[in-house]
């Protein structure tokens, strides 16, 4: 691993420490108001005379020293307070400078849509970020932080970055190499704000499509995730055992979730894995573990649990899962963090319980957002009662500072020159170059019917007056779905990006005429047609579906009522219409079939819309292929697995046409 010079960032907190920044007596509370700390109300009192001994930095600060030995000299002068602190994680929104310093949090996070107060520009994040960064290392021991981000396809909360193809379009264009290559340019732009951690990428293989999550997965068959998820951990970090690994233009991964996701009762969020635990060790065993201990062997070194149960147990009170198989047979010693606010979902009677249930399973960092305080002040009561062990506490927080130690972050320079020169490429044409390779790969195209010796789409290229219909076909946020921007992401132009008519427009014109109509009205003189239809964006539990509800949106089926009234009006029942569905899973569009000479899936291809055109007007061919089994209709999903139900499959896993 390369090793970065520490002067500037210890003299960069001396500065600001002579300059009295952290010396604020008060906390601002979320309502605005500002209250007593927690220091000046007695509940901030330490057991010993630590909190103001000078730290013996010989060892630990020391990158010649190995890891484990800069573990143990930290560790063993650290108070318990400063412990806790390292086993929580706040949201950037809720905290400031002041109490990052004040406090010593082990790491911080932006959830999705958390920007910096001053505005989204990669440059405020920047700020925002190293404005946290440097406040950590004001406190008595001086422990970086650690920054965390739902990078999931891209730094896709920032204005302007490239927004990359969601996982299931990666999976279904079958290159990993490519996949790799979108990780690593993904790792750039993250690192270019100061971030250091990405919450990606999703190793679920998910049974059931009516999951809202569906998009953030490669395929329904866990061998491939595991092929797709290890090299996007490549991506993201370098490869294990070369100098890249974790250097300055990466960043580290995160396996999740951990684990049973893609299982649960009609696919619901968060929801239940119907069987004992036995037969999920069993569903473990058969193939269900191996994207983790690829993950693994690619050299992740964080894993998050997933909020789903197993036969109505939360998976973060599950010390089988956790301890037991994660951190005992497959031999993870990296960090485990909770989701979201999840301990607040386990089945303590109170919230001091539900800590007590997470450590006890075997979660080394409370990603508590708001409820920060009183995660610190109820862990300490744990241990001081004997509920909680100081062992327990050693073990998680060795974890934590043993993945900061292998990430450099002691070495790391705040707002070095590597990080100013990789915030000059975000958004850049090299990343986008990535991303609309992704996008061209990753198109399926599953229908293309034949009239007159000819395909459709060798129809639709000899065409001469082409008619775009519908809304999606301008939408950049649909293109994008969601975890774009905002956590849900929404419609319109949210970011910078071309869209797929957009994309169009640009290999046609002027040798072609080209127009466009919401309505999915034709006029007199087009010879073809391209109808863009779809979902609108979501995620999580937003994005669930019931089987009748697993369909294009209803503007678009309106829409595409009045295309084919239109058509018949015209007298244009015989010009080709091509259809391209923007959507997060297979839909049920088997009534609809019939009324398209050619069907092309595009999953959600990101900001890169020129892609598409790339492959309907270009000379490249289709080569994505399934990696989910679509059904005829979604009321049959539970059933896609059985033997004898081919009439039910609409088209298979792996299929793909070529033009």
């Known amino acids: 691993m390369k090793k970065r010079v520490r002067i500037y960032a210890v003299l960069l907190a001396l500065a600001l420490l002579l300059s009295g920044c952290g010396n604020a007596q008060t906390q601002t509370g979320m309502d605005g108001t500002a209250g007593q700390t927690e220091r000046e109300n007695g509940q901030g009192s330490l057991a010993d005379d630590r909190e103001t001994a000078e730290a013996d930095k010989s060892v630990y600060m020391d990158p010649a020293q190995d890891v484990e030995s800069r573990v143990e000299a930290l560790l063993a002068q650290m108070t318990l307070e400063e412990k806790i602190a390292q086993m929580v994680q ?55 932080l650690l920054y965390g981000v739902d990078a999931v396809h891209g730094n896709n909360n920032v204005f302007g970055t490239v927004i990359f193809p969601h996982n299931i379009g990666l999976g279904a264009a079958g290159d990993p190499e490519l996949t790799e290559r979108v990780a690593q340019a993904a ?173 006890d399973a075997g979660v080394d960092l409370f990603m508590e957002v708001y409820s920060w305080q009183d995660f610190m002040k109820n862990m300490k009561a744990l241990v001081e009662e004997g509920s909680v062990s100081a062992e327990q506490i050693d073990d998680a927080v060795s974890r934590i500072l043993r993945v900061k130690f292998e990430a450099g972050l002691f070495e790391e320079t705040i707002g070095a020159e590597t990080e100013q020169a990789l915030l000059k490429k975000v958004g850049g044409e090299e990343h986008r170059e990535i991303a609309r390779e992704a996008v061209r790969k990753s198109l399926v195209l599953l229908k293309n019917e034949t009239q007159d010796g000819k395909s459709a789409l060798e129809r639709l290229n000899a065409a001469e007056n082409i008619r775009v219909c519908g809304q999606k076909a301008y939408d950049l946020g649909s293109q994008c779905g969601g975890w774009t921007i905002s956590w849900q992401g929404m419609s319109g132009k949210t970011t910078q990006g071309t869209t797929i008519i957009d994309g169009i427009a640009a290999q046609v014109m002027p040798e072609k005429k080209l127009s466009h109509d919401v309505k999915g009205e034709v006029l007199e003189e087009n010879d ?30 309106v829409m595409l009522e009045n295309l084919k009234a239109s058509l018949k009006e015209q007298g244009k029942q015989d010009i080709p219409v091509i259809a391209i569905l923007i959507a997060g899973r297979p839909l049920n569009i088997t009534e609809y079939l019939d009324d398209f000479d050619a069907l092309i899936m595009a999953w959600l291809p990101g900001t890169e819309g020129e892609g598409v055109a790339d492959v309907l007007f270009g000379e490249y061919d289709f080569t994505g292929k399934l990696q989910y089994t679509w059904m005829k209709d979604p009321a049959d999903i539970e059933d896609k697995f059985a033997e004898g139900n081919e009439d039910k499959v609409l088209f298979p896993a792996g299929f793909g046409l070529s033009k």
């Open 90 to 144: 706040p949201e950037q929104a809720g905290i400031t400078a002041e109490d990052v310093s004040e406090y010593g949090f082990g790491s911080v996070l932006s959830g999705g849509g958390s920007a910096p107060s001053t505005g989204n520009s990669a440059q405020d994040w920047q700020q925002r970020v190293n404005e946290l960064k440097a406040a950590a290392l004001q406190t008595r021991l001086g422990i970086p």
């Open 528 to 557: 073809a047609v391209i109808v863009v239809i779809g979902e609108g964006p979501y995620a999580e539990t937003d994005g669930d579906r019931t089987a009748d509800a697993l369909k294009v949106s209803a503007d678009d089926a």
């Open 187 to 359: 790792a750039e732009e993250v690192r270019a704000i100061g971030v250091q951690w990405t919450f990606a990428p999703t190793l679920g293989n998910p049974q059931n499509e009516r999951w809202g999550r569906t998009y953030e997965c490669f395929s329904e068959d866990p061998q491939e995730v595991a092929v797709y998820g290890a090299a996007s951990i490549r991506g993201f970090q370098g490869e294990l055992g070369t100098e890249e690994y974790l250097d300055e233009k990466h960043v580290l991964a995160c396996a999740k979730h951990f684990i049973g996701e893609g299982y649960t009762t009609d696919g619901i969020n968060q929801g239940d894995v119907a069987m004992t635990q036995e037969e999920f060790d069993l569903l473990l065993e058969s193939g269900v573990i191996d994207p983790y201990a690829a993950a693994l062997n690619e050299g992740v070194r964080t894993v998050m649990i997933s909020f789903n149960s197993v036969d109505g147990v939360k998976c973060h009170e599950n010390r089988h899962l956790i301890r037991d198989i994660l951190k005992g047979e497959l031999g993870f010693t990296g960090l485990v963090v909770s989701d979201y606010n999840a301990i607040q979902q386990l089945s303590g009677a109170t919230y001091k319980e539900q800590i007590r249930q997470g450590i």
